[in-house]
């Protein structure tokens, strides 16, 4: 399953067609036998998630590592997500070239396995240049990356038969969420050792390095995967916007979701600054708060894909939705480690039934057109951008004698994610069970976030 794929050209040689009679695990043994391609692509993402979650987990840190303020600290936990959805709408308007697609998505991968590396470079300006520039690398280092998810979804869709999809997505997201938690527990070793030794900032370019390498490493693993070009694109009536004044269950939903991660994103980019400066959090004990909420998502998503097949995502969303409105809230409580242990088993209980129930309710009210969903994600990207902001700000207002702000934000942001789950969340209605199960949609790993962990995407 998925937040994670985001890329990944494929080619598998085309294997024997499997017969509708094949019971499931006849199929899979024939999947496994004849696409071998699927394997190499599948290890590909393990990678891509090692290099992104090492850099999600951690740039925030960096960042006020460097002396960032409440405004940078903002914008460098919400740019890198944004930069990714914003890219993928530039993606659709551009062409691959003379290269194809395969090439195209090679040089996005080796200049995001470059701007990964870069990021340990800031260290080296002086003071009042090192956030600037690390803001302009995170973009540059995520937004590559995006650019390459929509050519390599196309290619992804071209070889691997649809019956298999299936197969091919539980293993490459299977993969990516070990490779996920592998950056997130090496990046907190990492960090404590070579913090322990007096050199915290070199700590954080080793991890940025080794973020890069792995991209480096899944690019190569990709290039000796056998050719297969994708089919031309489908001929999609252009409509903007035009999909908010049709669509009913779509402009429900979209607003809903909208309002909500702006809402998130108020404090979402400052529990690991929070942690580390007002707890005094050691980055081994950062690491595995941040890694708890993922451990649970892991074991809990085939239980919500199990429930949403039986009432459907639309009820699974409106219970889900009252429970993150109060994650950020649980933080207020205490700054207890056993309590804050179990505010993260809660958030990846809530978060991940509510991703889950998201993915499948954008797929459906967009009938998965690619440009709508391309929509959407830009929007959402744009909106996370105002929520840090928002955040940042609040952090600023309240950080006097003393006080560093982040509570508020929490607090700030607990109240405003009520407002939507009060305004629309009982609206967004009309999205009942598809006819494919929940525990085949692919998903991917889009992001590592504090208080979710891993974050997934359709």
């Not at 969903?373 to 600023?396: M, W």
Request: with cysteine.
């Amino acid at each position: 399953m998925p937040e994670a794929a985001q890329e990944s050209t494929l080619p598998l040689t085309d294997p024997p067609p499997v017969r509708p009679r094949l019971h499931a695990g006849a199929g899979e043994a024939v999947a496994r036998a004849s696409a071998p391609g699927s394997r190499a692509l599948a290890i590909e993402g393990a990678f891509q998630s090692l290099a992104q979650g090492m850099g999600d987990a951690y740039v925030g840190a960096y960042a006020l590592c460097l002396g960032a303020g409440g405004i940078a600290l903002g914008l460098v936990a919400t740019l890198p997500s944004a930069a990714g959805s914003l890219a993928q709408a530039v993606a659709r308007r551009t062409r691959a070239g003379a290269g194809g697609a395969r090439l195209f998505i090679s040089r996005a991968w080796s200049a995001q396995a470059a701007g990964y590396i870069a990021l340990g470079s800031c260290l080296l300006l002086p003071r009042a240049l090192s956030v600037p520039a690390l803001l302009a690398l995170v973009f540059v280092a995520w937004g590559t990356g995006g650019v390459a998810i929509p050519p390599w979804t196309a290619l992804i869709s071209a070889a691997v038969p649809r019956s298999r999809h299936g197969w091919f997505f539980a293993l490459r997201g299977a993969c990516q969420q070990a490779g996920t938690m592998v950056a997130i527990l090496g990046g907190a070793a990492v960090l404590s050792c070579m913090t322990a030794m007096g050199r915290e900032g070199l700590g954080f370019a080793v991890i940025f390095m080794i973020a890069g390498l792995a991209r480096a490493v899944g690019a190569g693993i990709f290039e000796r995967v056998p050719a297969h070009e994708a089919p031309p694109p489908r001929a999609e009536r252009a409509r903007g916007f035009a999909i908010l004044r049709g669509s009913v269950k779509f402009r429900r939903l979209a607003i809903y979701l909208w309002s909500l991660h702006l809402a998130t994103y108020v404090s979402t980019p400052f529990f690991v600054p929070y942690m580390l400066r007002d707890l005094r959090f050691s980055y081994a004990l950062v690491g595995g708060l941040v890694a708890t909420p993922a451990v649970v998502k892991i074991l809990t998503l085939r239980l919500w894909g199990r429930l949403a097949d039986r009432v459907g995502p639309g009820p699974l969303l409106r219970g889900s939705g009252w429970l993150v409105v109060i994650v950020p809230g649980l933080w207020l409580v205490s700054g207890n480690v056993a309590w804050l242990v179990l505010a993260q088993i809660f958030s990846g209980l809530a978060w991940g039934a509510f991703e889950l129930a998201q993915a499948s309710s954008i797929l459906q009210a967009t009938r998965a057109r690619e440009r709508d969903v391309a929509l959407f994600n830009a929007v959402d990207g744009a909106v996370t951008i105002v929520g840090s902001l928002v955040g940042g700000a609040t952090v600023n207002f309240f950080a006097t004698g003393g006080r560093s702000g982040f509570l508020q934000a929490m607090a700030l942001s607990t109240a405003l994610r009520a407002v939507p789950a009060l305004a629309l969340l009982w609206r967004v209605r009309g999205i009942g069970r598809p006819d494919w199960s929940h525990l085949k949609m692919p998903l991917r790993v889009f992001a590592v976030r504090p208080t979710r962990g891993i974050s997934l995407r359709p």
